[in-house]
């Protein structure tokens, strides 16, 4: 009997990073075919969305705007972060915005009407977030009630907790010259931190990626060759030490950018390089299968809810911090739509089991540019809905359709 040698097979994405660029010029196109499109749609949405702004106003891109843009999007940002979390399981936080108001309205009653030390008030209103958090998991993870249902019980519960609180007046002014004015208004003047923070945010990439590599490899797995790692780099340093610069140009580094990146770093870390981040993705992807490989889907449930109302209640401190005070209207308004908005723009999908923490970034970037360039021009509140309305269905519509392609193609 004639015997056939085994076929071996090779893995299509060696044979891409072989090929060099016209490899990866292939698995581009092979991409886009099958409707993987990732963060591409929402980066050059945002360019196009800066050209335009820029092209009418011919002030959009000047320091002191973008420096302001940067301000504004981390209380809406850290709470889309956590909304991230709830995502990636499919489903939805409609109390963020309420528990974001209450934790704010615990914070400064403690701090300015008891006497409480101002840091020890936020971390007490943070960990009353979570505690909330881990009711809504409780209700939704134990006793089977739905997500919707359990979180839009408690946008009504926590908003009128929140009013409860801050008493007849509805109001708290932030202390003078404390934690809660600096959060949203402190610079780290000294052109170093900026440029410092772009240095070290390149080398922790640089470093992470090639220790990866060199972990992969050792283990007998794929691996990003060098030059790649090194054209990412690149690519990295160019934006870091771009925004930088112009931070540079006006009051320097921000404070409320520095925890929001530290946020979603460390949060992108959680997911993508821990045992809990896979369990996230898994129960996402399929619950009965979770299940059936031993991950505590319970737990998992719960504690999503536990981040995203913590995330709610960090971004609620900062949105106090730009306002100047706790009132019974934060959180409320286009609060909870945009942070929602915001991660579904950036690419997570409402459908479960696919995104990233950056998802948050770059959505709440589009939002607060939309917002910032039509401020600009002066245009009304009504007009401002109705476009991020828009962008937020286009988003949903280029999801769903992505993900049909990708079945159709065998990738989904």
Do not use: C
């Not at 006793?143 to 708290?172: E, H, R």
């Not at 610069?245 to 821990?274: K, M």
């Not at 971004?315 to 209207?329: E, V």
């Not at 286009?334 to 089991?353: C, P, Q």
Request: charged fraction near 15%; proline fraction near 2%; charge should be positive.
């Amino acid at each position: 009997m004639e015997s056939h040698a085994p076929v071996r097979t090779v893995d299509p994405r060696l044979l891409v990073r072989e090929e060099g660029l016209k490899g990866y010029l292939g698995e581009f196109k092979r991409k886009m075919r099958s409707g993987d499109l990732g963060s591409l749609p929402v980066i050059l949405g945002l360019i196009l969305i800066w050209g335009i702004f820029q092209g009418v106003t011919g002030t959009f891109l000047n320091p002191d705007n973008l420096s302001n843009i940067t301000l504004y999007i981390a209380g809406p940002g850290l709470m889309a972060v956590g909304i991230v979390f709830v995502l990636l399981l499919g489903e939805i936080d409609l109390a963020a915005g309420s528990v974001a108001g209450t934790a704010a309205a615990i914070s400064l009653v403690l701090s300015v009407q008891h006497g409480v030390n101002e840091w020890l008030a936020a971390g007490l209103a943070i960990v009353t977030a979570v505690v909330i958090g881990a009711i809504h998991g409780f209700f939704f993870a134990k006793i089977g009630v739905p997500a919707f249902v359990v979180t839009l019980a408690g946008l009504l519960g926590w908003s009128g907790l929140q009013q409860w609180i801050l008493g007849t007046t509805g109001t708290i002014n932030n202390p003078p010259d404390g934690l809660m004015v600096h959060l949203d208004n402190y610079f780290f003047s000294d052109v170093a931190a900026a440029y410092g923070l772009a240095v070290v945010g390149v080398l922790l990439y640089l470093g992470g990626a090639l220790l990866d590599a060199r972990r992969r490899r050792t283990a007998g797995l794929l691996a990003r060759p060098v030059s790649e790692i090194a054209v990412r780099t690149v690519v990295l340093a160019v934006i870091a030490f771009a925004a930088a610069y112009t931070l540079n140009q006006d009051r320097g580094l921000p404070l409320a950018l520095v925890v929001f990146l530290g946020i979603v770093i460390i949060t992108d870390w959680v997911l993508r390089r821990t045992a809990y981040g896979r369990k996230v993705f898994a129960v996402g992807g399929s619950v009965e299968a979770a299940r059936r490989a031993g991950i505590n889907v319970v737990w998992v449930r719960i504690s999503v809810f536990m981040i995203s109302a913590g995330l709610a209640a960090l971004g609620g401190l900062f949105i106090a911090s730009q306002s100047g005070a706790a009132d019974k209207a934060l959180g409320g308004g286009n609060t909870l739509m945009n942070a929602i908005a915001a991660a579904v723009i950036g690419g997570t999908s409402l459908f479960g089991g696919r995104g990233k923490t950056w998802s948050a970034l770059l959505g709440i970037l589009v939002i607060q540019s939309i917002v910032q360039g039509l401020n600009l021009k002066g245009i009304d509140t009504s007009i401002q809905y109705m476009i991020t309305g828009a962008v937020l269905l286009a988003a949903v519509v280029l999801d769903s359709v992505s993900r049909r392609t990708q079945k159709a193609s065998g990738r989904g």
